[in-house]
């Protein structure tokens, strides 16, 4: 079963228009990792959020994690046409030996 | 570095042939990954290799698949025989800590 599962499934914005996607699991985690999915290619890692963290910045990217909720969620702010892709949570439980759980991720949209 | 190599990058074939997937992780990765993606069940991990030796195969759908790792710069996956159910795209991905670094796919089509 899915261990991250992501909301909304479709998201359509606006050029310069920011973005949250949100990610809920089930299990206790090491980390908690972002990908991004391009039509037709491979993931790409964008963040990596541990348990002990609250929030980490990158760019434009701006990820939470509570884990008494067990929730996260990546925010993109002013998003660009090139943001268009499929955004994936992806948790590294406690014991996995790096084993990655993948939700189904999160369609972004971003019109020009 | 040329990052994670796949081949083929299609394959199209008939119900019950044998398919070949192939997978070259990036030099000095000790873990490789190797994943299947529908629509309808998402990405899926199958089988998981450390030092060239299967950790975990309890994605592995059935019998008809199987991975082998001979060496730390190699990964094949197989199916035989392959069924219209197998049609996905199978993403290798490989890693020496806890960012995996996923290959372009392969895109595979059973007829």
């Known amino acids: 079963s899915q261990q991250g599962e992501e909301d909304p499934q479709a998201l359509s914005i606006q050029e310069g228009e920011n973005a949250t996607m949100n990610c809920s699991y089930k299990?206790?985690?090491?980390?908690l990792q972002w990908y991004r999915q391009n039509s037709g290619r491979g993931l790409v890692h964008l963040i990596l959020i541990r348990s002990n963290e609250r929030e980490k910045h990158s760019g434009r990217l701006r990820v939470t994690l509570d884990t008494s909720k067990k929730s996260s969620s990546l925010l993109i702010t002013a998003s660009r046409a090139a943001d268009t892709a499929s955004y994936f949570c992806a948790t590294d439980a406690k014991g996995s030996n790096y084993k990655l759980t993948f939700g189904k991720g999160t369609l972004l949209t971003v019109n020009p | 570095d040329a990052g994670v190599i796949q081949s083929p990058r299609h394959e199209v074939t008939e119900m019950g042939q044998e398919v070949t997937l192939r997978c070259k992780p990036i030099s000095g990765h000790d873990y490789l990954f190797w994943y299947r993606q529908t629509m309808m069940r998402g990405l899926e991990l199958l089988i998981y290799f450390n030092n060239n030796v299967p950790i975990d195969d309890s994605g592995m759908p059935e019998d008809r698949f199987s991975a082998k790792m001979p060496n730390a710069s190699f990964s094949t996956l197989k199916i035989q025989p392959s069924e219209p159910r197998d049609s996905a795209v199978y993403f290798c991905?490989?890693?020496?800590?806890?960012?995996?670094?996923f290959g372009p796919g392969t895109r595979l089509t059973v007829l």
């Open positions: 991905a490989s890693t020496s800590g806890e960012e995996q670094f």
């Open positions: 299990t206790s985690i090491n980390n």
